[in-house]
């Protein structure tokens, strides 16, 4: 009766990021270099970010039954543009003040919360909205 656990150990901690999803960001590197979009996924794991319209593939899908509805509905098979994932390290945050890849600090406000701000001199603006 021994319980199989096979959920990794709570204890590992997640890398903490400085992007996340909902952010703009644009490509540093790669055939996006100088693209931006937005941050649709972070897969923390794996220091991957999914970003809208950017590292496009094309998949092949099969029409497959939709979950939940017994069979009666179908996805549209086909080639389908996907938007893979990409290294974290290949991209940079936009300040939405200063428009710019920006690095990013933390700082930790007065009620003790943990905020983003951009680290460009003569900006320095919190990044959160
Ligand atoms: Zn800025």
Do not use: F, W
Request: aromatic share 0%.
């Amino acid at each position: 009766m021994a319980t199989k656990s096979k959920s990794k150990s709570k204890s590992k901690t997640t890398p903490r990021l400085k992007i996340r999803r909902g952010d703009l960001v644009e490509v540093l590197s790669g055939k996006d270099v100088g693209r931006r979009g937005k941050v649709l996924e972070v897969i923390p794991e794996d220091r991957r970010v999914i970003i809208e319209n950017i590292n496009i593939v094309k998949r092949h899908t099969k029409p497959r039954p939709v979950k939940g509805t017994r069979g009666a509905q179908m996805t549209p098979g086909g080639v389908l543009d996907m938007a893979a994932a990409m290294r974290i390290d290949n991209v940079a945050l936009v300040c939405p003040s200063c428009n710019v890849a920006t690095r990013v600090g933390y700082r930790i406000t007065e009620s003790g919360e943990k905020v983003r701000h951009c680290r460009r001199p003569g900006c320095n603006k919190d990044i959160e909205k």
